[in-house]
Every structure is written in C-alpha cells, then in structure tokens.
C-alpha cells in the first residue's frame, strides 16, 4: 500500500474522482483477475485526487486515466523549517526501492513556508541526493517532486513518465490544438449525457488534428502503449515483468463500428489529422472504427454528408478575427440539414451557442490559458 496523488488541471478534480471510480475495477490485481480490492476514499485536493491503495493499482491509474497529467507516490513526508534539517531528512528517502537508475531530475514548489528559496533548495536536495548516489540531471527519466507548503514537505516520485496527456498519437498538430485531456473531459461528459459510442455517430465540424475525435474513441480504452516510468520500477510487481501481462487485461472491451466524422476547411488540417489516425491506430490497434474526413467549409454540409442522428462535438475556433456569429451559424445550418443527437460545445463564454432543437443539459465552466471557456452539452 501507498499513498497516491494523481494530479490533473485545476478544476477536474471532481470529474478525475468520477474517472477513477469508473475504471476502478477494470484495473488487475496480482493474479491477472479484475481487482477485488475496493475503491478507496478518494481526498479532492487542488490540482488532484489523494488516496490509498496498492501499489500495483495506483500504477495502472497510468494506463487508465485520460483526465490524468500524472500519478505521483508518495515516498516521504515531514516538517521542514531549516535547510540542514530539510536535507538531513532527504537522506530518509528509501529511493532504492524503487529506482536502478541513478540520475534523478527535481521539481521543487514552495508556498507559506519559511524554506521558499528554490536554489538553496536544490542544493540541499542535491547534496542529500549525492550521498545516497544520486545525481540530479533535467534530462533524467525519473521525477523527484518535493512540495513545501505550510512548513511540511512532502516528497513524491513520479510513475507516468511523460505527462499522461501525451497519448503519442498527436504528433500532426494545426494551430490551437486542444489538450487531450481537455478533449478528454468532453468524451466523459458526452458519455454522461448519454451518446453511446458504438451506435451513436460523432461529428467534429471543425476537427483540426482530430483531438475529440480520438479521444471519444480511445476514452475507454488504456493506453499499453507508451512508456512509463513505473514500468522501470525496481519493485514493480512481477506480474509486469513480461510483454504478456497486456494480454491479461482481456476484460477490457475492445470498441468495435466507431463512427466519426471530421470535417475542416484547412487541407493542412486534414492532412494531420489523418497522419495523426495511423498514429492512433498503432496505439489503439484494438479500437475498431472508421474515420470519414471531408475537406470543406462545414457551412456548405449537406444532409447527404451525414446521417441523422449525429452528435456534434466541437472546439471551435474564436478570435477577433472571426465574425461574432460565424460559428453559431455553422451550429444552426446542421441543425437544418438534419436532426441531431444532441451537441457538445467547448467555447468561449462571449460565444453564445443555441440550438432549436436541442436544449442545454448541462454546463461546466472553467478557464482555459486566462480565457474564459464553458464546456456545454445540449440534448433534445
Ligand atoms: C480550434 S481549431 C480545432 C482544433 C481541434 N480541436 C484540435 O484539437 O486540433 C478550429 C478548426 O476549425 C477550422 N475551421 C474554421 N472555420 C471552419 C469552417 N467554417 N468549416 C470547417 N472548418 C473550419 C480551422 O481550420 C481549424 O482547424
């Protein structure tokens, strides 16, 4: 058992607790059989969900969480009001468990404490490090994150690796992508809402690279493929010590007859997307679905270009240089075309989205790099 701390942007906290919940017994115990080890009290904290489980869990939170930036375990804790004091407790940190290699890079956060000064503690940890082998390097593999606040340090390792939004998929991308794990958040929503992902049809009219799209059809399914740092763990379970433990996650259904459809005016734009599609297909080979892409001005739709029933799924664009009412319009013209399953909308609060035949169900706000953005869902 240990203490986990899965961080995620400010304001998914509560949808990353939803999240876990939902995939909580998908994950494996020791045995390769689903796990029995029930969901533990999840703490909501900023920026993240704290708890306790076993370690073989909180690892696989990795593979399955798309709301996730990373997971974090937590490896030492106490109070820190001196350098000398600071450092000395550093040499605690039972690091050879878990780590071979031994170059290790450092993140350091202070807030309301005395020790608040980032380069005199680097140096402490840095010496702490040196004595028991260490050698810190920005380009090291593995995390160190030592977070002061209020006078109490607590050091965590991390076990993603890169951050967890970095799929490997995306790697075409246009001018103002989304974050997958904002994209992320829209499947989660969508799925609440209650479109169905091997019946319902999606619709991006302004797809970009293709970010809701892929992960609309990836949302439930976890990435095997990518490289995390757990899985260089010393003391990672030997149940993953062979290619093979993926196999045993045969619980997981495989999604079969995805219907999407992207749709955007730029040709570099379609161009990334579908170079981004054989990406996903090598991450995702097990996700079955066929991505239509049509290179054109989604104002000039037609009701022959999609079926009935679809659900509208979009990041449209926004600036000044863009008239007030070109988006909704686009909105209101499928709407005439054909009738819809219903919408989800990530937009700028100044935007105002209606529909005529839709209702808005539900609506998250937040904000986005200091804009602020709603998240709303309409439904009939
Ligand atoms: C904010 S970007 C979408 C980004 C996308 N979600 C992603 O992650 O890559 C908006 C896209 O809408 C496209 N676009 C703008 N107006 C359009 C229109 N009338 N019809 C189709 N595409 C349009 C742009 O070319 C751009 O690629």
């Known amino acids: 058992m240990s203490t986990f701390f899965v961080s995620c942007p400010i304001h998914f906290e509560e949808r990353l607790a939803e999240e876990l919940n939902s995939f909580w017994f998908e994950m494996m ?3 390769g059989q689903p796990t029995r080890e029930p969901l533990p009290e999840l703490n909501i904290e900023p920026g993240g969900v704290e708890f306790k489980c076993s370690d073989h869990l909180g690892y696989q939170i990795n593979l399955f969480s798309k709301l996730a930036l990373r997971v974090l375990v937590r490896i030492h804790k106490f109070p820190a009001r ?3 004091q600071f ?26 404490s005395r020790l608040n000064h980032e380069r005199n503690l680097i140096e ?8 028991l082998a260490f050698k810190v390097s920005d380009e090291a593999k593995q995390q160190l994150y030592i977070r002061i606040i209020k006078d109490n340090a607590v050091i965590s390792l991390d076990t993603a690796g890169e951050n967890l939004h970095r799929r490997g998929y995306a790697l075409f991308r246009g001018e103002a992508p989304l974050r997958e794990n904002l994209a992320a958040l829209m499947a989660q929503q969508l799925f609440k809402s209650g479109a169905n992902l ?16 892929f992960e609309i059809a990836s949302f439930k399914t976890p990435n ?3 490289k995390y740092s757990w899985l260089e763990f010393k003391n990672k379970p030997k149940i993953f010590n062979s290619e093979s433990w993926k196999k045993n996650l045969r619980w997981i259904q495989k999604p079969q007859n995805i219907r999407l459809i992207g749709i955007d005016s730029d040709e570099k734009a379609i161009h990334n997307l579908q170079e981004n599609e054989k ?7 097990e996700i079955g679905f066929q991505l239509s892409t049509l290179n054109r001005d989604s104002l000039g739709l037609t009701s022959s270009d999609f079926p009935e029933n679809v659900w509208i799924v979009a990041n449209p664009p926004y600036g000044i240089r863009l008239k007030q009412d070109a988006v909704p319009k686009v909105f209101k013209h499928l709407e005439n ?14 935007m105002k989205i209606e529909f005529q035949s839709l209702s808005l169900s539900s609506q998250i706000d937040f904000s986005n790099q200091g804009l602020k953005i709603k998240l709303s869902v309409f439904t009939r």
């Open 124 to 131: 402490a940890a840095t010496k702490a490090l040196g004595s």
């Open 29 to 31: 115990d020791l045995d």
């Open 279 to 285: 990406h996903f297909r090598e991450i995702f080979p």
């Open 82 to 84: 001196f350098y000398d």
């Open 337 to 350: 075309q054909r009738p819809l399953a219903g919408a989800i909308i990530l937009h700028p609060e100044s």
């Open 198 to 213: 091997e019946s319902d049809v999606f619709l991006d009219p302004f797809v970009g690279s293709g970010t809701i799209l």
């Open 224 to 226: 095997l493929n990518r």
């Open 87 to 112: 450092e000395k407790e550093l040499w605690q940190m039972p690091l050879d468990k878990w780590l071979t290699e031994k170059n290790i890079s450092l993140k350091i956060e202070t807030g309301k």
